[in-house]
Nanobody, 124 residues
Framework: QVQLVESGGGLVQAGGSLRLSCAAS????????MGWFRQAPGKERQFVAA????????TAADTVKGRFTISRDNANNTVYLQMNSLKPEDTAVYYC?????????????????WGQGTQVTVSS
């Protein structure tokens, strides 16, 4: 059974850091590009960052470039999102997702599997 489980969310003050993790099981992790998306209340789910199957290529939304870093550990079937210099506008539920693609997709529709999400709240 394919499963993605996010962890590491929480409440942090502006300027602080959090590291999100997403543990995958039930499939060959290295066969999938991985992405992070977020959804704030009343807004659409938006792309945050993505990484290729073996980690050689990454991409990130302009709103988080220079602050967020995506990485993966294929030996442990886990993808990470290191978030630094957090801002109140980063507050959202963060989702990891898996796409069986050879490129690094940024579109929601390209992703095949999704986790349940983890809440990140940044206070001002």
């Amino acid at each position: 059974q394919v499963q993605l489980v996010e962890s590491g969310g929480g409440l942090v003050q502006a300027g602080g850091s959090l590291r999100l993790s997403c543990a995958a099981s039930g499939w060959t992790f290295s066969s999938y590009a991985m992405g992070w998306f977020r959804q704030a209340p009343g807004k659409e789910r938006q792309f945050v960052a993505a990484i290729s199957r073996f980690g050689g290529k990454t991409t990130a939304a302009d709103t988080v470039k220079g602050r967020f870093t995506i990485s993966r550990d294929n030996a442990n079937n886990t993808v990470y999102l290191q978030m630094n210099s957090l801002k109140p506008e980063d507050t959202a539920v963060y989702y990891c997702a898996a796409a069986q693609r050879d490129w690094v997709p940024i579109q929601r529709s390209a992703y095949d599997y999704w986790g349940q999400g983890t809440q990140v709240t940044v206070s001002s």
